[in-house]
Protein backbone atom coordinates (compact mmCIF):
# COMPACT_ATOMS: atom_id res chain seq x y z
CA UNK A 1 0.00 0.00 0.00
CA UNK A 2 2.97 2.39 -0.68
CA UNK A 3 2.79 5.61 -0.39
CA UNK A 4 -0.21 5.17 2.00
CA UNK A 5 1.04 2.90 4.44
CA UNK A 6 4.52 1.79 4.59
CA UNK A 7 6.13 -1.54 6.77
CA UNK A 8 5.44 -1.21 10.36
CA UNK A 9 2.80 1.33 10.52
CA UNK A 10 -0.24 0.54 12.69
CA UNK A 11 -4.17 0.73 11.87
CA UNK A 12 -6.72 1.59 13.96
CA UNK A 13 -9.83 -0.57 12.97
CA UNK A 14 -13.27 0.17 12.66
CA UNK A 15 -14.84 -3.13 12.52
CA UNK A 16 -18.96 -3.08 10.77
CA UNK A 17 -18.43 0.49 9.15
CA UNK A 18 -20.08 0.87 5.93
CA UNK A 19 -17.53 0.62 3.17
CA UNK A 20 -17.21 3.42 0.84
CA UNK A 21 -15.58 3.63 -2.75
CA UNK A 22 -11.88 4.77 -1.50
CA UNK A 23 -11.98 3.32 1.61
CA UNK A 24 -8.48 1.20 3.20
CA UNK A 25 -10.37 -1.64 3.94
CA UNK A 26 -8.78 -5.10 5.81
CA UNK A 27 -9.88 -8.02 3.49
CA UNK A 28 -9.73 -11.75 4.00
CA UNK A 29 -7.59 -12.85 0.77
CA UNK A 30 -10.39 -14.55 -1.39
CA UNK A 31 -8.04 -17.74 -2.47
CA UNK A 32 -6.21 -18.21 1.49
CA UNK A 33 -8.91 -17.19 4.18
CA UNK A 34 -6.19 -17.12 6.77
CA UNK A 35 -4.42 -14.14 5.12
CA UNK A 36 -5.25 -10.59 5.88
CA UNK A 37 -4.51 -8.21 3.24
CA UNK A 38 -4.95 -4.11 3.46
CA UNK A 39 -6.12 -2.43 0.04
CA UNK A 40 -8.41 0.46 -0.50
CA UNK A 41 -11.81 -0.49 -2.22
CA UNK A 42 -12.56 0.96 -5.38
CA UNK A 43 -16.30 0.36 -6.43
CA UNK A 44 -19.32 -2.22 -5.43
CA UNK A 45 -19.21 -4.98 -8.46
CA UNK A 46 -21.81 -7.76 -8.90
CA UNK A 47 -19.94 -10.33 -6.25
CA UNK A 48 -18.46 -7.47 -3.93
CA UNK A 49 -15.92 -4.60 -3.54
CA UNK A 50 -13.22 -4.29 -5.92
CA UNK A 51 -10.07 -3.56 -4.08
CA UNK A 52 -6.35 -2.65 -5.31
CA UNK A 53 -3.19 -1.28 -3.43
CA UNK A 54 -2.19 2.25 -4.17
CA UNK A 55 1.41 0.63 -5.35
CA UNK A 56 0.53 -0.27 -9.06
CA UNK A 57 3.73 -2.81 -9.64
CA UNK A 58 1.84 -5.07 -7.08
CA UNK A 59 -0.59 -7.11 -8.16
CA UNK A 60 -1.80 -9.15 -5.26
CA UNK A 61 -5.80 -7.58 -5.65
CA UNK A 62 -8.71 -7.59 -7.32
CA UNK A 63 -6.88 -7.91 -10.88
CA UNK A 64 -5.55 -10.80 -9.78
CA UNK A 65 -8.33 -12.24 -7.58
CA UNK A 66 -11.57 -10.47 -9.04
CA UNK A 67 -14.12 -8.84 -6.29
CA UNK A 68 -14.24 -9.45 -3.19
CA UNK A 69 -17.17 -10.79 -1.27
CA UNK A 70 -18.90 -8.77 1.31
CA UNK A 71 -18.09 -11.64 3.77
CA UNK A 72 -14.47 -11.54 3.69
CA UNK A 73 -14.30 -7.28 4.05
CA UNK A 74 -13.41 -7.34 7.92
CA UNK A 75 -12.27 -3.88 8.77
CA UNK A 76 -12.33 -0.41 7.32
CA UNK A 77 -9.03 1.36 8.55
CA UNK A 78 -9.53 4.74 10.62
CA UNK A 79 -6.24 5.96 11.41
CA UNK A 80 -2.78 5.04 10.55
CA UNK A 81 -0.18 5.28 13.69
CA UNK A 82 3.65 5.40 12.03
CA UNK A 83 6.23 4.24 15.09
CA UNK A 84 9.35 6.18 15.24
CA UNK A 85 12.67 5.57 13.36
CA UNK A 86 14.73 4.87 16.25
CA UNK A 87 15.64 6.75 18.96
CA UNK A 88 15.59 10.85 18.55
CA UNK A 89 17.87 12.52 20.41
CA UNK A 90 16.47 16.08 19.68
CA UNK A 91 13.08 17.87 20.09
CA UNK A 92 13.01 18.81 16.37
CA UNK A 93 12.76 15.04 14.93
CA UNK A 94 10.29 13.94 18.06
CA UNK A 95 7.57 17.04 17.16
CA UNK A 96 8.04 16.26 13.06
CA UNK A 97 7.17 12.15 14.18
CA UNK A 98 4.19 13.40 16.32
CA UNK A 99 2.98 15.40 13.09
CA UNK A 100 2.96 12.94 10.95
CA UNK A 101 2.72 9.68 13.05
CA UNK A 102 -1.09 9.84 13.90
CA UNK A 103 -2.71 10.15 10.10
CA UNK A 104 -6.69 9.80 8.95
CA UNK A 105 -7.48 7.56 6.43
CA UNK A 106 -9.99 9.49 4.33
CA UNK A 107 -12.03 7.65 1.77
CA UNK A 108 -11.10 10.12 -1.50
CA UNK A 109 -12.59 9.02 -4.73
CA UNK A 110 -10.06 7.49 -7.03
CA UNK A 111 -10.16 10.91 -9.50
CA UNK A 112 -9.06 12.75 -6.56
CA UNK A 113 -6.58 10.66 -5.19
CA UNK A 114 -4.73 10.50 -8.55
CA UNK A 115 -4.70 14.47 -8.69
CA UNK A 116 -3.81 14.89 -5.22
CA UNK A 117 -0.80 12.50 -6.06
CA UNK A 118 -0.11 14.90 -9.55
CA UNK A 119 0.05 18.14 -7.25
CA UNK A 120 2.35 16.28 -4.44
CA UNK A 121 4.94 16.10 -7.15
Not at 38 to 52: N, Q, T
Not at 74 to 95: E, N
Request: hydrophobic fraction near 45%.
Amino acid sequence: MLPTLRPGDRLVLKYGSRVRPGAVVVVRHPLQHDLLIVKRAVERRPGGWWVVGDNPQVRNDSREFGPVPDDLVVARAWVRLRPPRGPQRSLRPVLLWVLSAVRPLVALPPASRSAARLRAR
